[in-house]
């Protein structure tokens, strides 16, 4: 990835003071290659995560304030002297422009600068805030991209927690965003699934939709009932007869899981086998 480097005019400007003692940065933090940091600053912290959530600022005055974006996340936070806010946003913003960002939201408000701009899937957010005669400032950058499904299970297991619990939940159905058409890609589990069936031929089963949080209540619902009649559908097509089976959508009314991170929101996108 092309590597940002501030302006040389920029550059000239921002030259420790004489005499000046530079603070360390926290161990193991390094500036990203994204967005090279201010002279006179350290990292105080930082973060990575494989796959997460945020909200990136994007207005101050209308809705929605702020872009939900999902992928891959570093954070780092700025301690620096003699700097103000103003001046880190003004660098930021001529630093992305100069390398082909769209810059998607500048602006002010009391005590935060703010400069959130993206390059395809690539964002860059800076939120700056002002201390008397200093100031902090945060580097967000979110890679975004599909979470890798890796929960998987298998027929022999959901029969024994159906057997223990009288349900199991599956994962790996995986459907067009906002649609209930499914994926190529769900025919293993979905295969998985009916041969859970086959075994059990007595045993007749609600098939049950779930959702995050993210949408309505009410185009959660529709959404998850014709999710799950299409697992019906699809188990029907493969010689289940359909009076063994019962659709129902439940939408976000039963998480198993924090709906405020990535990784509770993929936990209750499911579908559930109850057994009837």
Request: with cysteine.
């Amino acid at each position: 990835m092309k590597l940002i480097a501030l302006p040389v005019c920029i550059l000239s400007l921002l030259i420790l003071p004489l005499g000046a003692v530079a603070q360390e940065d926290e161990a193991g933090c390094k500036d990203s290659p994204l967005l090279t940091r201010l002279a006179g600053c350290h990292i105080s912290n930082c973060s990575k995560s494989d796959f997460d959530a945020v909200d990136l600022q994007i207005s101050l005055s209308k809705d929605p304030r702020t872009k939900h974006v999902e992928g891959k996340i570093e954070k780092i936070h700025y301690e620096c002297t003699g700097k103000s806010a103003l001046q880190v946003r003004r660098n930021a913003e001529q630093a992305l422009r100069g390398v082909g960002f769209t810059l998607d939201f500048t602006g002010y408000d009391v005590p935060t600068h703010y400069a959130t701009a993206h390059k395809g899937p690539q964002w860059v957010a800076v939120a700056a805030n002002e201390m008397t005669g200093d100031s902090s400032y945060d580097v967000t950058t979110v890679l975004t991209e599909a979470m890798q499904q890796e929960m998987t299970s298998d027929a022999q297991a959901w029969a024994a927690e159906i057997g223990k619990s009288g349900h199991a939940a599956i994962y790996g159905i995986e459907f067009d965003t906002a649609k209930a058409d499914i994926k190529p890609e769900s025919e293993k589990v979905l295969t998985e699934v009916l041969s859970l069936l086959q075994a059990q031929p007595d045993w007749k089963m609600k098939i049950e939709g779930h959702t995050d949080s993210t949408g309505t209540k009410v185009g959660n619902m529709t959404l998850s009932q014709k999710r799950a009649e299409s697992v019906v559908a699809w188990l029907v097509l493969h010689s289940i007869p359909k009076a063994r089976l019962v659709a129902a959508g439940l939408g976000d009314t039963k998480p198993i899981a924090d709906n405020a991170t990535a990784d509770g929101k993929a936990k209750n996108r499911r579908v559930e086998l109850v057994k009837q």
